[in-house]
């Protein structure tokens, strides 16, 4: 059985090694502030014990006041798994990190949320449109498009 | 005396055969040489995800019979699984075998296109293809035995299953078990050691391991390249911990090994199958579940081990009728992720076996 690690354990040892990093814990997930993304993410993936592989899947959410994406973390060396949230406020030209560097996983899925939910990422390789066509206007899956 | 080349562009798909649908790529070819690829996806892009936000969460069900429509029970399963761990509804046992029943057959269908496929980009054409067809007609009988349906099912429902099996299903599902062991040993026979297809197949195309990881491979891709991992194992949902099998792995990665996987697969989906006949239980098929589920606030990830790979949906719910936000983790978009990698100094000409060995599906794939 994949063993779903506490959200806030595991937030508490990234606050300690980066003070400041963590917005908000449950046991279910965490909420990692955008500007920390990056090292925090590098922490759950080269962190002997913890060792997170495998990037399930990243999707993104709107809640008006604020875009999230979700990040599923998976180590398939432990089987165990972790939810791992970062926000952005506000709705013009929302950019968080982009993690393709540490999971290439994260290339096209990327890609999608910057197509359909205007998220871009900075650092991606190639960010461009995956689904749409270049020139289209908006991004369907934002609340407000319809 | 050198000749000055320079680097060739050429366009395959969307309309060609062996993209299994409208999948576009571009290669930039060095004479024979693939130094390039780009893969230009969108063409059967249907908006599921805004549309599923608008419907109730049962009437998103037919909505996953759309996207991999070649395995549209595991779509199915998939999917009342994320809502089930939503709204925390209980499923009586006789569905869950049922269910497993279900996803064990759609996964022999569904392998059994893959490769049959893959043969046929590897020159065996039509052949191998339709001694598959045969069985995935014998597959596709049963599913239309218990739902009338034989490509887009609807068959489970949030809580269970549409309706139990008519008595006739049972008889031919027991004749279809006993038969499938013999059928795969002659897929066996005409082709695993043949000539050509180890000369086409083997070596070519190779996913190493840390970058199959690292690309967030699943399924067959990922076990071919020698990653003991599956769902139904490593994180066992419905009643997946109470069936003894295996989970066959290849050592190289390459397209011969993600061939050699599923038709193995398939065997192990047969000694499923027989376990999961034996204990069917007699009962129930569907608990009480109103017709429009208001589930909690909150949001559940829902994953299953589908034939391509990991089939997750993502729901968050409002505590209204429809789904707030509805995310396809689908397997055939993200195992993609690799194919450049795999392609790259390969010659032209391997590169449709390279993508026939991949096994996707276009609605799956741009929903």
């Known amino acids: 059985m994949t063993v779903a690690l506490s959200g806030e354990e595991i937030a508490s040892q990234i606050e300690e090694h980066f003070p400041g990093s963590i917005a908000e814990s449950?046991?279910?997930?965490?909420?990692?502030?955008?500007?920390?993304?990056?090292?925090?993410?590098?922490?759950?993936?080269?962190?002997?014990?913890?060792?997170?592989?495998?990037?399930?899947?990243?999707?993104?959410?709107?809640?008006?006041?604020?875009?999230?994406?979700?990040?599923?973390?998976?180590?398939?060396?432990?089987?165990?798994?972790?939810?791992?949230?970062?926000?952005?406020?506000?709705?013009?030209?929302?950019?968080?990190?982009?993690?393709?560097?540490?999971?290439?996983?994260?290339?096209?899925?990327?890609?999608?949320?910057?197509?359909?939910?205007?998220?871009?990422?900075?650092?991606?390789?190639?960010?461009?449109?995956?689904?749409?066509?270049?020139?289209?206007?908006?991004?369907?899956?934002?609340?407000?498009?319809? | 005396m050198a000749i000055k080349t320079e680097p060739f562009v050429i366009n395959i798909g969307p309309q060609h055969p062996s993209t299994h649908g409208v999948f576009r790529m571009r290669l930039t070819l060095d004479g024979e040489v693939i130094i390039d690829v780009e893969p230009i996806l969108g063409y059967l892009h249907r908006g599921i995800e805004k549309l599923a936000e608008g419907r109730t969460y049962t009437q998103n069900i037919p909505f996953t019979d759309?996207?991999?429509?070649?395995?549209?029970?595991?779509?199915?399963?998939?999917?009342?699984?994320?809502?089930?761990?939503?709204?925390?509804?209980?499923?009586?046992?006789?569905?869950?075998?049922?269910?497993?029943?279900?996803?064990?057959?759609q996964r022999i269908a569904s392998h059994l296109v893959g490769v049959g496929a893959f043969l046929n980009?590897?020159?065996?054409?039509?052949?191998?293809?339709?001694?598959?067809?045969?069985?995935?007609?014998?597959?596709?009988?049963?599913?239309?035995m218990v739902c009338g349906q034989r490509l887009t099912y609807n068959y489970m429902r949030v809580g269970g299953i549409s309706q139990d099996v008519p008595e006739e299903f049972l008889p031919a599902l027991k004749k279809f078990v006993l038969q499938m062991p013999g059928f795969i040993d002659e897929y066996d026979q005409l082709l695993a050691e043949n000539e050509i297809?180890?000369?086409?197949?083997?070596?070519?195309?190779?996913?190493?391991?840390?970058?199959?990881?690292?690309?967030?491979?699943s399924g067959p891709v990922l076990r071919a390249s020698g990653v003991k991992w599956d769902i139904r194992k490593a994180d066992p949902y419905s009643i997946y911990d109470r069936f003894e099998f295996d989970i066959p792995t290849g050592n190289f990665g390459d397209c011969y090994d993600r061939y050699r996987v599923?038709?193995?697969?398939?065997?192990?989906?047969?000694?499923?199958?027989?376990?999961a006949m034996e204990q069917l239980p007699q009962g129930e098929v569907r608990s009480d579940v109103p017709h429009l589920i208001r589930p909690p606030v909150g949001e559940a990830y829902g994953h299953i081990e589908a034939p391509k790979g990991e089939l997750g949906f993502y729901l968050v719910s409002d505590n209204s009728i429809?789904?707030?936000?509805?995310?396809?983790?689908?397997?055939?978009?993200?195992?993609?992720?690799?194919?450049?990698?795999?392609?790259?100094?390969?010659?032209?000409?391997?590169?449709?076996i390279i993508f026939g060995s991949i096994d996707i599906c276009l609605a799956e794939v741009d929903r």
């Not at chain 1, 080269?46 to 875009?67: E, M, N, Q, R």
């Not at chain 1, 968080?96 to 991606?124: C, K, N, T």
């Not at chain 2, 297809?197 to 491979?217: D, Y």
Request: net charge neutral.
């Open chain 1, 26 to 146: 449950s046991q279910q997930s965490l909420v990692v502030d955008k500007e920390f993304l990056l090292v925090a993410a590098t922490y759950l993936k080269t962190t002997p014990g913890l060792d997170f592989d495998y990037l399930t899947s990243i999707t993104a959410v709107d809640y008006y006041d604020y875009f999230e994406v979700i990040y599923q973390l998976t180590s398939l060396q432990h089987n165990h798994s972790l939810v791992v949230k970062t926000r952005y406020y506000g709705r013009d030209n929302p950019t968080l990190p982009s993690v393709v560097g540490l999971w290439q996983g994260a290339d096209f899925q990327e890609r999608e949320i910057y197509d359909l939910m205007g998220v871009s990422f900075e650092g991606h390789p190639n960010l461009k449109r995956i689904f749409l066509w270049e020139g289209f206007k908006g991004h369907p899956l934002r609340k407000d498009y319809l």
């Open chain 2, 322 to 352: 429809a789904p707030y936000r509805f995310h396809i983790r689908a397997p055939t978009l993200i195992n993609l992720t690799a194919l450049r990698d795999m392609m790259i100094g390969w010659k032209v000409a391997d590169a449709i």
């Open chain 2, 121 to 144: 980009d590897c020159g065996a054409f039509m052949t191998p293809f339709l001694y598959m067809f045969r069985e995935r007609e014998k597959i596709l009988d049963l599913f239309e």
């Open chain 2, 197 to 217: 297809l180890l000369a086409r197949a083997k070596g070519v195309g190779i996913l190493p391991r840390e970058l199959a990881i690292n690309t967030s491979a």
């Open chain 2, 66 to 105: 759309r996207l991999d429509y070649l395995a549209s029970m595991s779509n199915n399963l998939a999917y009342v699984l994320a809502v089930e761990k939503l709204a925390g509804t209980p499923v009586p046992e006789r569905a869950e075998y049922l269910r497993v029943i279900m996803a064990e057959l």
């Open chain 2, 262 to 275: 599923r038709i193995q697969e398939m065997r192990q989906s047969v000694r499923i199958l027989k376990q």
